[in-house]
């Protein structure tokens, strides 16, 4: 589903709603942003007759990220106009410091630091509240906040769960195997890719790159158990199916399991997975075989001379 399409439905929804609240007193944003749905000539797509986010195929159809079913709001019991959302003092205090880090005339480019702050005092997901505290605060239209929120896969603008387990899913990692840890996962947890555990604790989700091809494959995850104050957001290296279950469950019981390689210090050539098992380089830490070829350095200490 392309951009412009998503900006249609979630632009539809708050005209609807505004429409529907006019007798009271409506949102700021609501007129605006039905007067740019109809000059832009976006098409606009009810709730009702959206797929179910239950579907298979609808998931795949229309997904934007792996946790975000439609790029579209729905209002839902927790996530309406009625909702409220607040930052914390310790959290406000920490967005206008954000805030000042930009010229007074240019707020608004604090506001993916900003939604990121919100996102994790909310438990992992954007609710149409935070995103609406988020442009109040920076003095901007909430249809620009909800522009950036739709656009960025790091924004869940739906309720996941406490932990966000992400499985990378670019080249390296998936040459490496992370297929089968994609798959030890979901039976493990007994959920597919873009679902959350019947408890809330685990959302499965999908992510592009992590920057440590050396140590595919590799999960992240987003740890939102203790609010912003507490927010992780670690990788894990090296990966067999075996190891990455023993992460969710260390997660489970209440455990720190380690981060990083499962089997190395770093990056260093020790062994690399091999259909889904460690395999330890036979060369161990060595990675010259015999003296380097050269060039060779000069001799500084007889350029520079006598002291």
């Known amino acids: ?85 607040a930052f914390t003092p310790q959290n406000l205090e920490r967005a206008r410091n954000i805030v000042a880090r930009y010229p007074p005339n240019y707020k608004a480019s604090a506001v993916i630091p900003v939604l990121d702050l919100a996102q994790q005092q909310n438990d992992g997901w954007l609710s149409l509240a935070a995103m609406n ?46 297929q089968g840890i994609e798959r030890a996962l979901s039976e493990h947890l007994g959920v597919r890719v873009g679902e959350t555990t019947a408890d809330g604790l685990f959302t499965l989700g999908e992510m592009e790159c992590m920057g440590a091809c050396v140590n595919a494959p590799m999960i992240a995850i987003a740890d ?31 455990k720190a399991p380690k981060a990083g390689s499962q089997f190395r210090s770093k990056a260093e050539p020790a062994g690399a997975i091999v259909n889904g098992k460690w395999v330890p380089s036979p060369g161990g830490f060595q990675t010259l075989v015999g003296p380097p070829p050269g060039p060779y350095c000069r001799d500084l200490d007889a350029v520079a001379g006598p002291a």
């Open 1 to 85: 589903m392309s951009g412009r399409t998503g900006l249609a439905r979630l632009l539809a929804a708050t005209a609807a709603r505004a429409s529907a609240s006019a007798s009271s007193a409506a949102p700021a944003a609501a007129a605006p942003a039905l007067s740019l749905l109809r000059a832009g000539g976006l098409a606009s797509t009810s709730a009702s007759s959206a797929p179910s986010s239950s579907s298979s195929s609808a998931r795949r159809a229309f997904a934007t990220n792996s946790h975000d079913i439609f790029n579209v709001h729905t209002d839902t019991a927790d996530n309406n106009w009625g909702t409220a959302f």
């Open 133 to 178: 505290a988020v442009a109040s605060l920076l003095e901007m239209p909430e249809i620009r906040v909800y522009e950036v929120a739709t656009f960025y896969t790091m924004f869940n603008r739906s309720r996941i769960g406490k932990y966000h387990v992400m499985v990378c899913g670019t080249t390296p990692c998936r040459l490496q195997g992370s």
């Open 224 to 254: 939102y158990t203790s609010g912003a104050e507490g927010f992780t957001y670690l990788y894990y290296e090296d990966l067999t199916p075996e190891a990455a279950k023993g992460i969710v469950d260390a997660l489970r019981a209440g």
